[in-house]
């Protein structure tokens, strides 16, 4: 009964519930073959590569267990970078490296972390633990996106975004989305950031939620 009355006093307001988003608009406006270009980060960033988009610096992609020895090279001239998975989904298996010093590196949260969890992260991601579905996956390694000073004070380590949902060409909705503390400097709703709606017309900021 809660559940039911919550339902309708959300729809009366005109929020819109996950189930009713995807039957009503991802899978009647997506072809379901397109699914796989936009489920694998690496495919989606050649895409906007292709399309003159300019997206982070790929600093290598690792996808066997063999693979993993070749980690130090991949990143012995970077002191940050983000390690993901190419067909993760909200937002877990992101480890954000902030900073390094000698075989020790530092994530955004603060956490200090080997080389050893490290090559083990990347073992679960190519393990599928975070892939959809299960599968094996790979992991990328990118250039870390840096935040202007402008969100320095309404966000924690992280880099802000700015999510716009097309519809047909048009857009129809967007919010700006902050990380916190709890998200572990992630952007991500999934992982506790805070999502502010923003007005289309205007570009001002509207209610947040957590």
Excluded: C
């Amino acid at each position: 009964m809660f559940w039911s009355k919550t339902r309708k006093a959300l729809r009366a307001r005109g929020v819109m519930g996950i189930n009713q988003r995807n039957g009503d608009y991802i899978l009647r406006y997506n072809k379901r073959s397109l699914y796989p270009l936009v489920d694998d980060k690496l495919q989606t960033k050649q895409m906007a590569l292709d399309a003159g988009i300019r997206v982070p610096e790929l600093y290598g992609a690792i996808a066997t267990e063999q693979g993993i020895s070749t980690l130090h090279r991949v990143v012995e001239t970077h002191r940050d970078f983000v390690i993901k998975p190419a067909q993760g989904a909200g937002g877990d298996g992101i480890m954000v490296i902030a900073d390094r010093f000698e075989d020790y590196f530092r994530s955004a949260s603060g956490r200090i972390v080997t080389t050893e969890e490290l090559e083990h992260h990347i073992s679960g991601i190519i393990s599928g633990i975070y892939s959809l579905g299960g599968h094996r996956d790979q992991a990328l390694i990118e250039y870390r996106v840096r935040s202007t000073e402008l969100f320095n004070r309404i966000s924690f380590e992280g880099v802000p975004d700015i999510r716009i949902i097309v519809l047909q060409g048009y857009p129809v909705a967007a919010m700006l989305r902050l990380p916190t503390r709890q998200s572990q400097g992630k952007a991500n709703l999934h992982q506790g950031a805070i999502g502010v709606g923003l007005d289309l017309s205007s570009g001002v900021t509207l209610g947040g939620t957590w």
